[in-house]
C-alpha cells in the first residue's frame, strides 16, 4: 500500500449503497483531503462493477477489484471510512476496522446501530469538509489515531465478547425452560 492510506470496502455495484458513498467520497471529500494533503491515498477494495468509479478516479484512487482477503487492507490503512448515504444493517465494515485497530471516520448512518461515540472511538461527519477534516486529524495526529482505534477495539471486543454472548444465550434458554 501507499501512505498514507484510506481504506473503504463494499459491493460497488451500479446503484448500490457502495457505489453512492464511493462516489460522494471521490467527488466531494477527497479533493478536500487533496487540497490539504496531497499524498493521502485511497483504497477501494470489493467486487461489482466498478466503471461508474474509474471514470472519476485519480492516480491516488485504488481500485482493488474483489480479493481474497481483505484484512490486509484494512490492517494496515491509516484509517477505515464508512461514508454510508442509506441502508441499515449491522455495520460490520466499523466492527473489522476496531478489531483491527484501525481508526474509523463515518457517517451517522454508516455508524448506526452501534454503541460508539464521535470522538472516543469513532469521528463522525456528514459534510464533506468535515468527513475531510476528520481523514486529515486521523492522518495527521497518531496518538489521536491510536486513542480512537484502542477506545474502539475494547469497546467492540467487550460487547461482541464469545463468553459474554454464551452468557446471555444461557440466560434466554434457561427463561423458556
Given at each position: ?51 461508474n468509479l474509474k471514470k472519476i478516479s485519480d492516480p491516488r484512487v485504488m481500485i482493488t477489484g474483489e480479493v481474497p482477503d481483505t484484512l490486509p487492507y484494512v490492517?494496515t490503512a491509516d484509517a477505515a471510512v464508512v461514508p454510508l448515504w442509506f441502508e441499515s444493517g449491522t455495520r460490520f465494515k466499523i466492527l473489522e476496522a476496531a ?79
Amino acid at each position: 500500500m501507499l501512505y498514507p492510506a484510506i481504506y473503504f470496502s463494499g459491493s460497488f455495484g451500479p446503484g448500490s449503497a457502495m457505489e453512492y458513498a464511493a462516489i460522494w467520497l471521490l467527488k466531494e471529500v477527497m479533493p478536500l483531503v487533496w487540497h490539504a494533503n496531497p499524498a493521502v491515498n485511497i483504497y477501494l477494495v470489493g467486487r461489482g462493477n466498478t466503471d461508474n468509479l474509474k471514470k472519476i478516479s485519480d492516480p491516488r484512487v485504488m481500485i482493488t477489484g474483489e480479493v481474497p482477503d481483505t484484512l490486509p487492507y484494512v490492517k494496515t490503512a491509516d484509517a477505515a471510512v464508512v461514508p454510508l448515504w442509506f441502508e441499515s444493517g449491522t455495520r460490520f465494515k466499523i466492527l473489522e476496522a476496531a478489531a483491527c485497530r484501525t481508526p474509523v471516520v463515518s457517517t451517522t448512518l454508516g455508524a448506526e446501530g452501534l454503541s460508539v461515540a464521535h470522538e472516543k472511538n469513532i469521528l463522525i461527519s456528514d459534510k464533506p469538509q468535515g468527513f475531510a477534516d476528520a481523514i486529515l486529524k486521523i492522518i495527521a495526529d497518531k496518538k489521536l489515531a491510536q486513542q480512537l482505534s484502542e477506545n474502539a477495539y475494547h469497546d467492540i471486543a467487550e460487547k461482541f465478547d464469545i463468553s459474554r454472548a454464551v452468557k446471555e444465550a444461557q440466560q434466554i434458554l434457561m427463561k423458556l425452560a
